[in-house]
């Protein structure tokens, strides 16, 4: 197997932009295919945060951007928490990488920063804003065109039933007076070439109460819990042979577009794009949590108007013209200020045996992420 170009890796990582990242942490190379993850303050637990909520959302958005610089080098990342995280325990996670298929390798010759959208966006409340149902019926369109069938999850009492099914970490769920947002639409549908049945949840599972594909749910959580993939760890025994017999499925997001919003009046929530880049990518590492191959077929920004803030929409635009042209051509309606995002799910990522002693050749490293 490749040797993993560790230090280069590290390094687009430790450069990119990531607000989320509050503290240095220490990374160590445990064999030519392993990472861990350390925290670096012993103190940096706080009392109030009980089930560890910033901790992780932290060591989410640095596995986040390791995962893309990994990518671009054309490797795949599975991660793995730990289960105790006291103050005294020793690594966080372990990162191991393995080599993405031939039909998967990325487009090494495009610029790393492409790939790693600004992360600046606040991620604790965002504005109430009801998709237009034009726009859900457009996208059901591009359901029913790629051979596959819309599966819209709106329903406000979804996530306080998931809220309750995880007892003591309710908190974790970012709501308001008005309840969770409801205004992302999942568009969940089967490759032609797709053979695996439809697969339903038990309505007992978990205390749910409610039968349908995982798939939504799970990617809907994932849009609520940024970061903190210890929670789907936890209920990854219930979800992962479902999301494997997926393989081949194409997802999409629809994010309306939301005006600009003061935040204690000293900056602005801006750049939806940024938004869905960033739910795009934790995606991504949710599947590779899970053991799955996520390969982003497209990201676009249909008709970009983004109140001066263009490049970024220029940056998606990029990534595949060729699926941009053929969606807006399907549905030329479709409106100037939606974004949509999409990806396809590949096969279970098969992980390769690597030796356990460490690379005598490296030293430990700390990097500090913080902006």
């Known amino acids: 197997m490749e040797t993993v170009p560790f230090e280069a890796i590290l390094e687009q990582a430790r450069l990119a932009p990531s607000g989320d990242n509050i503290q240095p942490w220490l990374v ?11 925290k670096n303050q012993p103190d940096f637990i706080s009392p109030s945060d009980y089930f560890r909520g910033g901790l992780y959302c932290g060591v989410g ?6 995962v ?3 990518s671009q080098h054309g490797f795949a990342v599975s991660v793995t928490y730990t289960e105790d995280i006291g103050p005294e325990t020793g690594h ?5 990488f393995s080599v993405l298929p031939d039909s998967e390798q990325p487009e090494l010759d495009r610029p790393l920063y492409l790939a790693l959208p600004d992360r600046r966006t606040d991620r604790r409340r965002y504005m109430r804003e009801a998709l237009d149902p034009g726009i859900i019926r457009q996208m059901e369109e591009i359901a029913a065109h790629l051979g596959g069938h819309a599966i819209c999850l709106s329903d406000p009492s979804a996530l306080k039933q998931l809220s309750k099914a995880f007892s003591k970490h309710d908190d974790f769920f970012w709501t308001s007076d008005e309840g969770p947002r409801e205004d992302l639409v999942k568009l969940v549908h089967r490759s032609r070439s797709s053979s695996a049945p439809s697969v339903g949840m038990p309505s007992d599972t978990l205390g749910l109460g409610w ?9 809907r959580i994932a849009y609520f819990v940024p970061g903190l993939w210890k929670i789907i760890g936890w209920q990854s025994k219930y979800v992962s042979e479902d999301l494997m017999q997926h393989s081949g499925a194409l997802v999409l997001i629809t994010l309306p577009k939301r005006r600009k919003k003061k935040i204690f009046e000293t900056g602005y929530q801006f750049s939806d794009d940024i938004v869905g880049g960033r739910i795009m990518l934790r995606l991504w590492l949710l599947a590779t949590t899970l053991g799955l191959s996520v390969q982003p077929t497209y990201a676009l920004v249909a008709q970009m108007q983004n109140e001066g803030n263009t490049h ?16 807006t051509s399907i549905v030329p309606a479709l409106e100037r200020e939606t974004l949509v995002f999409a990806f396809r799910i590949g096969k279970p990522i098969v992980s390769t045996p690597v030796p356990s002693s460490p690379r005598k050749s490296l030293k430990d490293i700390i990097w500090s992420v913080a902006e």
């Open 28 to 38: 160590k190379i445990i064999s030519e295919h392993e990472l861990w993850i350390f």
């Open 61 to 66: 958005a640095f596995i986040e951007v390791i």
């Open 68 to 70: 893309i610089a990994a």
């Open 92 to 96: 966080l996670a372990s990162l191991l």
């Open 211 to 219: 039968k349908g594909s995982w798939l939504p749910l799970i990617f």
């Open 312 to 327: 970024e929409g220029e940056r998606f635009l990029r990534l595949n013209r060729e699926v941009v042209a053929e969606l």
